[in-house]
């Protein structure tokens, strides 16, 4: 059984504590996605966006760059000071995702790039999209796609899943962090708030680093959920765990970097 309310704090605290380590090991990939999310809701001079779970503001700050009044929010406060420093064209503010800070039907477009996941009550959340949006408004979602064509991230749950670790009581169960990788259940989340015209495309890639020790840092130290997790564990564990990894990180290596294939889900939709 899932605690939605433990999950979102847990959620929460770890993000407030990773926002820094985040933005050093992760705006690469996230800013790939993007151009595609505004291109899928239409976004350019003049368009209202709001982007939920902003993190340190990329995607906000593309908005902004294309002319759209882009407004981002996010649970984690720290995220929201560094999205301010960076990206001054652009308004932050911290909120939840799933009791967004906004008057009703006040936004053209909504985005969150990676957010759901890491939301308790995904289905509350695209309720709070719907609710903001104006009529025919557009909503464009990304997800992980399942970890077999998700390298950057299957490579270090594999390694835990061979380990058979125990998962510390202070990580609180949570929402299947796959489960938007099926495009029935992304087309299910946004057809029950009265979404329509839903479509749904694979977006895949490849992501560079230049060694195993930065990828293993970045999943340990730049994310939340599975970090928790391996963290928590006997040295000799987290030996065993980071030998798995290694191993199965070095089938991709280039030369002197490692080219990790990634694949995500976006879903598009506009509210009848």
């Not at 984690?76 to 911290?94: D, N, S, T």
């Not at 709070?128 to 064509?149: D, I, Q, S």
Request: glycine fraction near 8%.
């Amino acid at each position: 059984m899932i605690d939605a309310d433990a999950f979102n704090a847990f959620e929460a605290a770890g993000w407030n504590a990773r926002a820094l380590e985040y933005d050093h090991y992760w705006p690469a990939l996230t800013r790939r996605l993007s151009d595609p999310l505004l291109d899928a809701v239409g976004a350019g001079h003049g368009t209202r966006v709001v982007d939920v779970a902003c993190g340190p503001g990329y995607l906000t700050g593309r908005a902004a760059e294309r002319g759209a009044m882009a407004v981002g929010v996010d649970i984690a406060e720290p995220m929201i000071r560094l999205a301010q420093r960076r990206f001054p064209r652009a308004e932050f503010r911290q909120g939840d995702a799933q009791a967004l800070p906004f008057p009703d039907r006040c936004f053209d477009a909504v985005v969150a790039n990676l957010g759901l996941p890491h939301f308790g009550q995904p289905e509350q959340a695209v309720g709070e999209f719907r609710r903001v949006l104006t009529p025919g408004g557009r909503v464009a979602l990304t997800a992980w796609n399942h970890p077999a064509h998700a390298r950057l991230v299957g490579v270090l749950l594999e390694a835990v899943h061979e380990v058979g670790v125990t998962v510390p009581e202070t990580v609180p169960a949570g929402p299947n962090f796959f489960r938007f990788a099926d495009d029935a259940e992304l087309e299910s989340l946004l057809e029950d708030q009265d979404f329509i015209d839903i479509g749904i495309r694979t977006v895949e890639f490849v992501h560079s680093v230049d060694s195993a020790d930065e990828l293993w840092d970045g999943l340990l130290y730049g994310t939340v959920r599975t970090a928790a997790v391996v963290r928590a564990q006997p040295d000799d564990v987290i030996r065993q765990i980071r030998a798995g990894f290694n191993r199965r990180v070095e089938g991709y290596r280039t030369g002197p970097t490692y080219r990790l294939p990634v694949s995500f889900k976006l879903a598009h939709a506009r509210l009848r």
